[in-house]
Each structure stands twice: as C-alpha cells, then as structure tokens.
C-alpha cells in the first residue's frame, strides 16, 4: 500500500454562494491522521467527498488510490465509517446492527456473524452485544458505531468527533481505544475533530482546515521541533526588561508572568544578559516550542 | 483439564471472500423484509403486518375449504380471480400506509441511511433495494393468494379448462398480481420520501388515497367532465387494470369502467415510473453527512 492514503489537489465543493472547499490541496499519511478545524470549516463536507457521498466541483481526489466519484463502492468496501450523530436504530441489538453493515461491505452471513462479535469485544462491548441500542448510554453508542465501522476490516477508518456526547472518563477510554486500532490493528484512521487536546493525544499528523483551505498540514511531532524564540519568568515587575528588548530590536509579549521573546537570532544571551544587567530575578528560560493550539490560532486567522 | 482460558484473542484482520454491490443490495432488501414485518422488534410491530397478511390470505384459504370440503362448493367461489383484488384491497391499502413506510423513513429519521451510503451501496441502489422489499412482501399479499386458490382449484378439477386455459389464468395472476404490488410500492415510497416521519407518511398516504378516489371519482361522475379523470383515483386504477388483464369491462359500472383499456394501463405505468422518478429525485436531493 502506498505511504499516502489520501491525497487531494484543489479540491472544491460549494452549496450555491456557499463555496465550502475553495481549492483544498492535502496528503493523508499512514498512521492516525486529526483532521482538526472549527466549525463550519468544511471537515464533514470533506469527509463526505472522501465516502464519495456527494461530488467535488473541482479538482482530484485519491482515497487509497482510488477517486471517489469514479469508484464509490468499491472504495466504500475498504472504508469504515462512524458518523458523528448518536442516532442509530433503536430497538436493534448492537450484534445485529453490526453483522448488517459488515455484510453490507461484502462479508458472507457466517464472517459478518464472527467478526461483529469480535469487533463489539474488541470495543468493549462484549457482554452488551445482545442489548437493543436503545438501552444503550452515548458512549456505548460511540462504541457500537467503532465497532459497526471495524467488523469488515477496513483500510482506512474515518471518524467524525468520535467523543462527541462523552463523559471525561469516557472520552479517555475512547481515545485509547481509537490508538489502539491505529497502532495495534494497523488502520489508518482520520479523525475529525474540533478538539485539539484530543488530537494532540492519539494523531500523529494533523489537517488543519480553515475558510475552505487546508491551513496546516503535517507530522504532529515536528510541531514542537519548530522553536521560535524563548519564554521567560520572572519574579516582580517583567516591563524594564520587555523595555530594555525593544530597545535592541526584540519583540516581548506578555501573557500573565511569562514573557514570550521573538524577533532576533541568539535572543536567550540577550535575556540572560539583560537580567543580570537589570538585576530581575529570573525563574525560568527556556525554547518557545510551537504547540498545535498556536499553528490552529494561526491557521484560522 | 486444563483452566486456562483466551480473554483477548486480539484484532484479526479478514482475509476471506468478499461479495460486491448486488448481494448488498440483497442484504438491505432481507433486512428490510424483516424490519417491515415486524420480525426481531417488539409484537407491537407485528400487529399490522400480521393484519394485512391475515386479510389477503384467509378468504383464500376460506375458498379452497369450502371447494374442498362443501359440496358442490367449486360453484361458491369467486367468479373470476380479479374479484379476489378487490376482496384484498383493504389488506393493500393497510400495508402500503401504515407499514410500507417503515421502509424508507425509519432509515433517514434513525442516521441509518448513512451508514448504508457509506458502504458499497450508492443512492440509486439503496432506492431498489427497498423497492425490492416492498414489492416482495406486496408482492406475496397479491400472487400469494390467487396463486393458492388457482392450485388449489386445479387439483379440485375445478380449475380452468386445458393446460391453455391454466397457462392465460397463471399468466393474468402474474401479471396482475406484479402490476398492483409495484404501484403501490411505488407509491409509498414517493410519498414516503418526503418525510422522515413514518407516521406522517401513513397519514400523507392515507389522506392522498382517499383524496384521489373522490376528487377523480367526484370530477369524472359529479362534475361529469369526462371519464377519464377517474384515472386520478389511485384506489381504483390498479383494480380496474386487473379486470382488463382478466378480460372484464363492465361498461354500465363506475367511471373507470368507461375509460379505454390502452389509457388504463399507460396511466398505470406512467405513474409508477413518475412515483420512482420522484423518490430518486427526493433522495438524489437528500443531504448525507453520516
């Protein structure tokens, strides 16, 4: 299998005036992928285009190799997909409800059997897999829709807000449980969230979509390897040291006690140095490291 | 013996045989047979399938016991097998309202269309498997019975004379029986796809029968404009298509009686094919995002 899993070239997609898409260019590695954006950013519009639910306006589309709007069924078959809502029939067992989709993808009666009963076991749902979904709490909906999406050992997974609805202890288990199936079962899953900590946590890539275009791409570890200047504390009062950097060119922003240093090459000497001359007590000093939240500030501006 | 025991056999991956589009749609079609009859769900859903199945079936039943069993009872039958239609009517009506749209509406309301549209099936193929569904279980309410009684007859030596006669007579069941369970079908889908509410759909359908029979009813006999606007009672149409496949024109009888044969079955075929237009065209229309 190739190391890119989707790969897409100025993607389009508008709903009359509304241009939701307006020419999304993006790779999707192997791996768990967050595909991270606020709302209305257009990531349920993209994963629509991926499931080849609704037809792209411009540009091309590779899900495994395959486009979407060319191939949609056989792509679909080596899919999984746990929507976003909590909706799902009622008064159907789970066990049920997940050998249907399994045979749906092209497994015979008897493998759709074994393997939903496998997939709710794997989900933790084992002991619950004869109970009517309805009789069931939100996250073990979430689980049913996990399991429902894994039963016909799919390529790729994609999840839309996979903790959406869930209880803190809940989310925990869920997030272990979406990185067990992308270290463990060896799926690739792209993950739609509106909830950095969340990717931050289980991703190993981001997406990042913003005003229809993709904003940030790329691996989540190299993120923090993107230093930009340093982070200072102090004891008592940081202004004749944010006044003194000014003076030599250096930008300080002040957020509560830390003072973030950007602006020129070597600027941890010229902190070090402009402390001691100042006589400021200095309780830290160390890299600024680029964190998701402020690529995600960024990326949405 | 040993009291070791696997907990956690792990995450297997599938190697095996995988079947394409058409045997999903197979599956969806099954599924949907199921739900619409009510079986795995609670009796309460059972009860109005089970009612319709019980009106088409026994008067049959009831026919072939008094053949059977009564005297001379072959003379007590029905005259011709497109009355056994309009015995069942009221089966057909309670099926295509209350329970057809269980069908297609449950599947919008519950988030379940999504899932099937991200599997292998696309709209177009999910629309004809539950067409297919529908059609079936009507399909068993309207052959079923006259296909029972023509067997039932013939082995009474009461059937329809020469192997000629049983041909045309099994030929006319089939062709009847397959023209009503698809125009209701068709029907109840259209109609269905215009709400997510199965109980709106049940009323929509209800009111929209019962509207058509006196508005095409009331404009071809009350109004007196002409014959033909009886073909806008949906009740009678497929009714009075039977009795032409079974060679009945009553010229003194109602409205629809009057109308050409040739009118009667384009009316009906162009209905079913604008009924099954416009559910594609709902569904084409429908957005999905899971």
């Known amino acids: ?301 | 013996m040993s009291q070791a025991q696997i907990h956690d056999r792990g995450y297997l991956g599938y190697d095996g045989p995988r079947h394409g589009t058409r045997r999903a749609m197979m599956n969806l079609s099954y599924h949907t047979v199921q739900r619409v009859l009510g079986l795995k769900r609670s009796n309460w859903q059972k009860v109005l399938p089970t009612i319709s199945l019980l009106i088409a079936f026994i008067p049959a039943i009831v026919f072939i016991g008094i053949a059977a069993f009564l005297p001379r009872g072959d003379e007590l039958g029905l005259d011709s097998t497109a009355d056994y239609y309009g015995i069942i009517t009221g089966a057909l009506f309670l099926f295509t309202a209350f329970v057809a749209p269980e069908a297609i509406c449950t599947d919008r309301r519950s988030g379940m269309l999504g899932l099937y549209l991200a599997s292998p099936l696309s709209r177009d193929t999910y629309l004809v498997a539950k067409f297919a569904a529908v059609a079936a279980v009507l399909g068993a309410m309207t052959l079923g019975p006259p296909l029972l009684l023509l067997i039932a007859y013939t082995l009474a030596a009461s059937g329809p004379d020469g192997v000629d006669g049983w041909l045309i007579e099994l030929g006319r069941i089939l062709a009847s029986g397959t023209a009503v369970a698809v125009f209701w079908t068709a029907l109840s889908l259209a109609l269905s796809s215009l709400t997510t509410r199965r109980s709106l759909a049940s009323v929509g359908i209800f009111v929209g029968l019962l509207a058509s029979s006196a508005v095409g009813d009331g404009l071809a006999e009350g109004a007196e404009i002409g014959d033909s606007f009886a073909l806008f009672n949906l009740i009678g149409l497929p009714f009075e298509a039977v009795s032409r496949i079974f060679g009945e024109v009553e010229p003194e009888g109602a409205p629809l009686n009057q109308v050409d044969t040739w009118a009667i079955y384009m009316t009906l075929v162009g209905l079913i094919v604008a009924f099954g237009w416009f559910a594609r065209w709902r569904y084409q229309r429908i957005e999905v995002d899971g």
């Open chain 1, 1 to 301: 299998m190739s190391d890119i899993v989707i790969s897409a070239r100025g993607v389009q997609k508008s709903y009359g005036s509304n241009h939701v898409l307006q020419g999304l260019d993006c790779d999707v590695g192997r791996g768990i992928t967050g595909l991270l954006g606020p709302n209305g950013a257009g990531k349920s519009t993209f994963m629509g285009l991926i499931l080849g639910l609704r037809p792209r306006q411009g540009g091309t589309l590779n899900v495994l190799e395959v486009d979407p709007d060319q191939s949609g069924p056989e792509l679909r078959a080596r899919l999984g997909y746990a929507p976003e809502h909590h909706d799902l029939p009622g008064d159907v067992q789970a066990a049920d409800l997940v050998r249907h989709v399994a045979q749906l993808h092209g497994l015979p009666r008897r493998a759709a059997t074994e393997r939903a009963s496998d997939a709710l076991w794997q989900v933790g749902l084992g002991e619950e897999r004869f109970r009517p979904i309805g009789t069931m709490s939100t996250g073990q909906r979430q689980r049913v829709k996990m399991a429902q999406a894994l039963a016909h050992d799919p390529d790729l997974l994609l999840l839309d807000e996979p903790t959406d609805g869930l209880d803190p202890v809940q989310r925990d288990d869920m997030l272990a449980l979406i990185r067990r199936v992308g270290r463990e079962f060896d799926i690739d899953i792209l993950l739609s969230s509106h909830l950095l900590e969340e990717v931050e946590r289980v991703c190993d890539s981001v997406v990042i979509l913003a005003n229809g275009v993709v904003g940030h791409s790329g691996a989540l570890d190299e993120l923090g390897s993107s230093a930009a200047g340093m982070r200072v504390e102090l004891d008592g009062d940081p202004q004749p040291l944010v006044a003194a950097l000014a003076a030599r060119g250096a930008e300080a922003a002040i957020d509560g006690h830390i003072l973030t240093v950007t602006g020129i090459d070597a600027v941890g000497d010229l902190v070090r140095d402009l402390v001691a001359d100042l006589g400021l007590g200095l309780r830290r000093l160390e890299p600024r490291r680029t964190t998701l939240e402020d690529v995600f500030i960024e990326a949405s501006l």
